[in-house]
């Protein structure tokens, strides 16, 4: 089996462009939140609680965003 092993050379990947374009929002993304709360991700000041509701808010927020694209969506 060690015959059809592929070199590590061989293994040339294409960059992944919608990887980096997300990877490079997350990057904006943290550089905003710094600049608005002085805070970064690292924090320890919230409780799992805290946390969970900050996660449900969100959560919350982006059903809305969907729903307003449905129904612009459907005027068309």
Avoid: C
């Avoid at 509701?53 to 969100?58: A, I, P, R």
């Amino acid at each position: 089996m060690d015959g059809d092993a592929i070199s590590p050379k061989k293994l040339i990947m294409k960059k992944d462009t919608i990887v980096k374009s997300v990877v490079d929002k997350y990057k904006q993304r943290s550089e905003v939140g710094i600049k608005k709360y002085n805070k970064t991700m690292d924090r320890d000041d919230l409780s799992l609680l805290d946390w969970l509701t900050h996660l449900q808010e969100e959560l919350m927020d982006a059903t809305l965003y969907v729903e307003k694209l449905k129904q612009e969506f459907k005027k068309k």
